[in-house]
C-alpha cells in the first residue's frame, strides 16, 4: 500500500517563506510522477506543481518565480519551497503521487497566510 505523508504547512506573514515535504512510502520513489495541488475553502483543488521521474517540471502560471518543486529519490521525498507567499496561497497542500500500477493522494497540510 503506498502512502504519502506531507509536513511543512503553518502559518506565515505575507512574503515569507515555508517548505513542504511529502515522504512516500510503499512504493519506488524513483519510479512516480509528483505534484503537488491545494484547496482553499470553498473553493475546488487545483493543480500547483509537478515533477516527473526525468525532473520535468511543471508549474501553474499563480506560482511561477515564486515555487520550486523538486525530489530527492534517496529519501522518497518530494517538497514545494513556497516563497513570497501571499494570503491567497492560503489552503490546504495536498502531495499526489503516481506510478506503476497507483495513484494516491496524501491527507494534506494547512497553509496560512496572513496580510
Known amino acids: 500500500q503506498v502512502d504519502l505523508v506531507e509536513s511543512g504547512g503553518g502559518l506565515v506573514q505575507a512574503g515569507g517563506s515555508l517548505r513542504l515535504s511529502c515522504v512516500a512510502s510503499?512504493?519506488?520513489?524513483?519510479?512516480?510522477?509528483m505534484a503537488w495541488s491545494r484547496q482553499a475553502p470553498g473553493k475546488q483543488r487545483e493543480m500547483v506543481a509537478s515533477?516527473?521521474?526525468?525532473?520535468?517540471?511543471y508549474y501553474a502560471d499563480f506560482v511561477k518565480g515564486r515555487f520550486t518543486i523538486s525530489r530527492d529519490n534517496e529519501k522518497n521525498t518530494a517538497y514545494l519551497q513556497m516563497n513570497s507567499l501571499k494570503p491567497e496561497d492560503t489552503g490546504t497542500y495536498y502531495c499526489?503521487?503516481?506510478?506503476?500500477?497507483?495513484?494516491?493522494w496524501g491527507r494534506g497540510t494547512q497553509v496560512t497566510v496572513s496580510s
Open positions: 510503499g512504493t519506488t520513489f524513483s519510479d512516480n510522477y
Open positions: 515533477i516527473g521521474p526525468s525532473g520535468i517540471v
Open positions: 499526489y503521487g503516481k506510478g506503476p500500477g497507483f495513484s494516491a
